[in-house]
């Protein structure tokens, strides 16, 4: 199993940007599709964003679609999310994964283990 190590987190104004890293180890990366999710207070974890193996394919949820992009950097074993525009709605835990599927399956893949997250509060 690939081990996850999210990091980038922090406050930030409305309107403001942030960029969240995903480090990866203990297999080959490029062998997996990446998604980033999210969990609010009192709210379920959600899925925000997919990226393929090799890094030209991607899938957003529709409240962050024009705001917010994930890329890879295989040679890395890292993936991004840049967050732009960013609104108090996307406070949350935010978490990175992994599964041997296509980037499009990424969203409703059962995993069997999740990361610490790493916060992102967004303040109005």
């Known amino acids: 199993q690939v081990q996850l190590v999210e990091s980038g987190g922090g406050l930030v104004q409305a309107g403001g940007s942030l960029r969240l890293s995903c480090a990866a180890s203990?297999?080959?990366?490029?062998?997996?599709?990446m998604g980033w999710f999210r969990q609010a207070p009192g709210k379920d974890r959600e899925f925000v964003a997919a990226i393929n193996r090799g890094g030209g394919i991607t899938q957003y949820t529709d409240s962050v679609k024009g705001r917010f992009t994930i890329s890879r950097d295989n040679a890395k074993n890292t993936v991004y999310l840049q967050m732009d525009s960013l609104k108090p709605e996307d406070t949350a835990v935010y978490y990175c994964?992994?599964?041997?599927?296509?980037?499009?399956?990424?969203?409703?893949?059962?995993?069997?283990?999740w990361g610490q997250g790493t916060q992102v509060t967004v303040s109005s």
């Open positions: 994964n992994a599964a041997r599927v296509s980037s499009y399956q990424v969203k409703t893949y059962q995993y069997d283990s």
């Open positions: 203990g297999r080959t990366f490029s062998d997996y599709s």
